[in-house]
């Protein structure tokens, strides 16, 4: 088995303590020979890998994160470096996260502090150690490293069974191939108010999919799966703002935004990190392995980067672009929809017939969108909503490849409304996005015929279980919205709308 690298480490309080333009200026120096070795350094920064067997290197990794959780566990509860301590992280603080546009940087931020406390846990031989990630879009069975019993320090009993690998259609790769092909920040992120589809999605399927621990906010990082479906997340925005060419938003409301007193260093103190730390992260003190996460594989940009590339490098990452969303026209669809068990749902939509033919014509830089807003959480996880256009006889088992489909989204639901030591009645509302122009460009290719006395929406209630299909499920949207969004595109320091 090959050694780890025993390159020198960047210090955590010095990346932390400087701003997003003095870490470019780092970045800069050292392309520019004005920090000898830094580039080599940043080249050769910690691998996170992606899980499988028959791996030596992957398995090195799962042994220090074993020895890294035990060492965890064994601490006080009261210690910030124990494993308790780390679940309330999560628990009491990321109300800041979920249903917003801080869910990538806060996770981010999470487990960047989270990874510095596995290496000094687990001792000699860890310096440069990785968290390793589940690439669920690829491998959707649960990774057998962390099955067994009680004697595997990654095993959790209050997990699903599983039996059958994580459902193609919200984690595979096509669908994720065009979450990671959204064109802006606000659908695939989110805004102050809304969550992005990632998220909504994917994200919050896999934690329903595992369930146990794994289905509530307040007891998810107990689950030691937790930090690896997390890595994948943070490398799936990575791969959308890096590898992709998307650009953040520029937003000061979400680029000034610091996180603190909330996570803890390596030494066990309290540590204050940024927003716009969190954007350099992956290049400067981690890296990916790189796996397939759609339909392409990636390569790592900094092979080979010079002055120009990383100009454009910069530009893209830290100036970020004004992202916003904004519409043409915009309609109530509904003031109130209640979705209950397995019951499908079907809204009549009342346009005026100039709207529906903007609607039946939308122009290819134009995206058709319906915002449901202010959502009571529901109690369960277990639960993910398809989302049809006008197929009154949908149900759940009407296949996703149905043209009729416009898509589906899901909840990390009893973390939504309840977060430790706050009042349950204090429950967070969430705003979800579904993006209905690929399926009226579908209909249309299709010759279907719609008209405003018929135009509906089906929603869906689906099992992620089937097994436990007879748990009960409830659902409140306060209001619905369709709306007609001239979507931009975002690549270096252009703004280009896509034709």
Known sequence: MEPYPTFPTWSRRKFIGVTASGIAGIVLASLTGGCEGCLEKIKNRPIRRFLRTGEPLVDADINIYKAAVSAMKALPASNPCSWEYQRLIHANYCGSAHGSWHFFSWHRAYLFNFEQICRAQAGAGAENWGLPYWNWSNYPNFPTQ??????????????????????????????????????????????????????SGPHNYIHGYVCGNMCSVPTAALDPIFYMHHCMVDYCWYEWNILRNHANTNDPAWQNHNYTGMFADKNCNPVDTSVLATILMPLLSYQYEISPVSSSISTEPFAGMNKSDFKKFQDIVQKGASVSLDFKQRVEVAQRIQLNDQKAFSQPIRLEAAMLDQVMNVASDDRVLLTLEEMD?????????????????????????????????????????????????????????????????RLKQGGEQLNPADLQLQFVPVPIDPQKGNQPFSLGISRARLGISPIKIFRNTETVIEK
């Open 146 to 199: 962390f099955m067994g019993n009680a004697a595997n320090p990654l095993y959790d009993n209050s997990r699903n069974t599983m039996a059958v690998p994580a459902f193609d259609g919200i984690v595979g790769p096509t669908n994720l191939n065009n979450i990671l092909n959204l064109p802006d920040f606000t659908t695939f992120a989110g805004s102050n108010f809304s969550s992005g589809q990632l998220e």
């Open 377 to 441: 959480a529901p109690t369960t996880s277990e639960y993910f909503v398809r989302v049809f256009l006008n197929l009154p006889n949908a149900n759940t088992e009407t296949p996703m490849d149905d043209p009729h489909y416009a898509g589906s989204f899901a909840f990390f639901a009893a973390g939504e409304a309840v977060h430790e030591g706050h009042d349950p009645q204090d429950k967070k509302k969430l705003t979800y996005i579904v993006d209905l122009t690929e399926t009226v460009r």
